[in-house]
Structures are given as C-alpha cells and as structure tokens.
C-alpha cells in the first residue's frame, strides 16, 4: 500500500505530461480564418486533418432566419456564434444538429447592429477548434 502511494505522484505527473504532449486536436487554441467569398455556395478547409465544408441556405440578412450547415465528418459537437469587430452583440449561440446525412444545421437569426454595420464574423467551433468566417449581410 505504501509503494501505492508513493508511486501515485509519478502517476499524476505521468499523465499530466502526456495531455500536455498530446496537445492539437482536442484542446481549443487560436482560431482559423476561412475567406469565403459566397457563403451561399459553401468553402472548404482542413482543421486538425479533418476536411470540413460549411456555409449557408437563404439570404443572410438581419432578423430573417436563414440555414447554416457545416459537414466535418466524425465531428461530436458544432456550434456556430455571429460577432462584429468591436462591438457587443449580445448572446447568439446556435448549436447545430447533425441531419441523417451526417450535415450540421441550424436555424439562425442575426440580430440588428444599431449603428447599420453589416460585416459580421462567424464563429464555427468544431469539437472546441474555432473557425471564423468574416461575411458582409445583405440590407
């Protein structure tokens, strides 16, 4: 018992290392940027190894609800959030459910800028890894 104990510190230590070392595709870090030109007709990226395709369905104005869909094979979570540079945009967090093809979707609403700005960001977090699709809104 008392080699039990003492061996239980080099376990932690052991363990801590290896989570440390393992690094990538599990821990959150810095986020990519993805230039998409026409989001209504989907881009591509690698994250991690992992293909992913994303974009959206509908015209993407403020206040009318329109489709974001994101395909990144063996993904477990996928959320999607809408920033402006500088500014509060208060919470708009959608989770996306993935459809019978294996598709994530959701149905997403921008709320209004008060100031009339219309370059907004995309936040899509894959598994805790952050894609940010910079988009302009139609009026």
């Not at 821990?27 to 230039?35: I, K, M, N, S, Y």
């Not at 919470?91 to 459910?97: A, H, K, S």
């Amino acid at each position: 018992m008392k080699t039990l104990w003492a061996a239980l510190p080099l376990l932690i230590i052991g363990l801590a290392a290896l989570v440390l070392w393992r690094g990538g595709d599990d821990t959150p870090g810095a986020a990519v940027t993805l230039t998409c030109p026409d989001p209504a007709a989907g881009c591509g990226t690698r994250l991690h190894g992992r293909a992913v395709s994303l974009g959206v369905n509908g015209p993407v104005q403020p206040l009318k609800p329109f489709q974001v869909w994101v395909k990144a094979a063996g993904a477990r979570t996928v959320q999607a959030r809408f920033t402006m540079q500088g500014m509060d945009m208060g919470f708009n967090l959608y989770t996306l459910r993935a459809d019978n093809d294996g598709v994530f979707r959701a149905r997403v609403t921008l709320p209004v800028c008060v100031s009339g700005r219309r370059d907004w960001i995309m936040a899509v977090a894959i598994d805790g890894s952050v894609i940010e699709v910079p988009f302009t809104a139609e009026p």
